[in-house]
């Protein structure tokens, strides 16, 4: 998912916070998230039955409030929103989040620790760990980055609020 990130996204106060894919920038355009600021000149893009400049810089309709150098707070609907609900064992559409190493182990809620999973291999693994119920994770579970956050909250969750995993605190974003 993504390709190339090659449109800055700057804050409704002109701050940039992120870099997102030409179709995550249209998509925000085109929903009134964001307007251009500054597109690619003498070029169109196709979305949606409509033709819109190639954006290179985005803002942000909507202030969103970025506090630096703290983490995002764990949360199951986090988890979901950073895997983009694909399970971490097949790849299909997750609606459980599954703790790697199962909390009757002493497995933490924690992001290194949980990961989407469909139903069906939730219940499979039950309470062992990958190895021991012979399943293999297709990626690792990682720290969502707040860049990630930010466009998979705005993907994720239209005109709602940001979630509250993300809003609250975020760490420190990542040098392209
Ligand atoms: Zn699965």
């Known amino acids: 998912m993504g390709g190339v990130r090659e449109t800055?996204?700057?804050?409704?106060?002109?701050?940039?916070?992120?870099?997102v894919s030409l179709r995550r920038a249209v998509v925000l355009v085109l929903q009134g998230k964001a307007v251009v600021e500054q597109a690619r000149p003498g070029r169109q893009v196709r979305a949606s039955a409509?033709?819109?400049?190639v954006p290179?810089?985005?803002?942000?309709?909507?202030?969103?409030r970025v506090p630096f150098?703290?983490?995002?707070?764990?949360?199951?609907?986090?988890?979901l929103v950073r895997d983009q609900h694909r399970c971490a064992y097949c790849g299909r559409r997750a609606t459980t989040v599954d703790h790697v190493v199962p909390r009757a182990h002493?497995?933490?809620d924690s992001w290194l620790n949980t990961v989407a999973a469909c139903a069906e291999d939730n219940h499979r693994k039950a309470d062992r760990t990958p190895e021991q119920a012979g399943m293999r994770l297709l990626r690792?579970?990682?720290?969502?980055?707040?860049?990630?956050?930010?466009?998979?909250?705005?993907?994720?969750?239209?005109?709602?609020?940001?979630?509250?995993?993300?809003?609250?605190?975020?760490?420190?974003?990542?040098?392209?």
Do not use: K, M
Not at 50 to 53: A, D, G, K, R
């Open 50 to 53: 409509v033709e819109v400049p």
């Open 140 to 176: 690792p579970p990682f720290e969502p980055s707040p860049s990630d956050a930010l466009v998979l909250a705005l993907g994720a969750y239209g005109r709602e609020p940001l979630p509250a995993w993300l809003a609250p605190s975020l760490p420190e974003p990542a040098s392209a």
């Open 56 to 64: 290179q810089v985005i803002r942000l309709c909507r202030y969103v």
């Open 106 to 108: 002493g497995g933490a």
């Open 69 to 79: 150098r703290r983490r995002a707070p764990w949360s199951r609907r986090g988890v």
């Open 8 to 19: 800055l996204v700057l804050n409704a106060s002109f701050e940039p916070l992120a870099t």
